[in-house]
């Protein structure tokens, strides 16, 4: 007895934010894992992740977060997203950004950031042209092509459905693969592809295709950049930047690659 006693006041020295973490099992497992028992490289990352925790706001992690955080520390970050909260970005709708971006196959965080900056993901906004919700899908342009490539039927979506948070964002993203594909296929830089992607998105496919990809070159991000920032209308220029930046901040929140 002795002997954990002496552990837990090690561990407490190292690691003051632990203290409150520190139960008799919890000092026997540490103890096994310094008599070099088999403990799996994953569980033992999961509790340094623990010992690293840091306050944020002056708050300390809440117990079951941070357990949580420590035991799963490789838990997939999108199925595994509302059992193990603080893997990714927590944010408004983010269950089902998360389910169309798997549905689509997509990357969550242009779904996000694409949301964020129409909407500020509020699903009851509708614009003076009648753009409508998360995505601010405009029913009688993207909003019917992406409808027919879903569900196979030529016709606009509803009011009811564009106002449903699930079925705006999985139009919206339809949307986007369209751009992506049907337009912008032949860029390969995959980042230059998306900032054309988001420029066809705020200012339309065609005056994209013939005002900038027409008549500038367009393979690098900074090429677009600066095609965008000649030829295409401040709002789009900005427009771009801004959902950008939210797709930089996105990736480095949750920890994955941008």
């Not at 006693?5 to 026997?28: D, N, R, S």
């Not at 500020?120 to 405009?138: H, I, T, Y």
């Not at 390969?188 to 994209?208: C, F, H, I, K």
Request: with cysteine.
């Amino acid at each position: 007895m002795m002997e954990k006693v002496g552990m837990k006041q090690k561990v407490v020295a190292a690691h003051p934010l632990i203290e409150q973490y520190i139960t008799p099992l919890f000092i026997a497992f540490i103890a096994a894992c310094m008599l070099g028992l088999v403990v799996s490289a994953w569980r033992f990352g999961g509790m340094q992740s623990l010992f690293n925790a840091q306050p944020s706001h002056g708050q300390l992690l809440p117990d079951a977060d941070a357990l949580h955080a420590a035991y799963y520390s490789n838990a997939d970050p999108i199925h595994d997203a509302d059992r193990f909260p603080g893997h990714v970005p927590q944010y408004a709708y983010a269950k089902e950004v998360r389910k169309v971006a798997v549905e689509l196959d997509m990357e969550e965080r242009l779904l996000y950031a694409v949301a964020r900056t129409e909407s500020s993901l509020r699903p009851d906004v509708r614009s003076e042209k009648g753009a409508m919700g998360l995505m601010q899908v405009v029913a009688g342009a993207g909003g019917r092509e992406a409808y027919k490539r879903l569900y196979k039927k030529s016709r606009n979506p509803t009011e009811k459905e564009l106002a449903d948070p699930y079925t705006n964002l999985k139009l919206g993203g339809a949307y986007l693969k369209i751009l992506r594909h049907r337009y912008f296929g032949q860029v390969e830089d995959r980042t230059a592809q998306t900032m054309l992607v988001l420029a066809a998105y705020n200012w339309g496919p065609s005056n994209v295709r013939r005002k900038i990809v027409g008549k500038s070159p367009v393979q690098t991000r900074e090429q677009v950049l600066k095609a965008l920032q000649q030829d295409a209308p401040t709002e789009t220029y900005q427009y771009v930047r801004k959902v950008m930046r939210y797709m930089d901040e996105f990736a480095r929140l949750s920890g994955r690659p941008a």
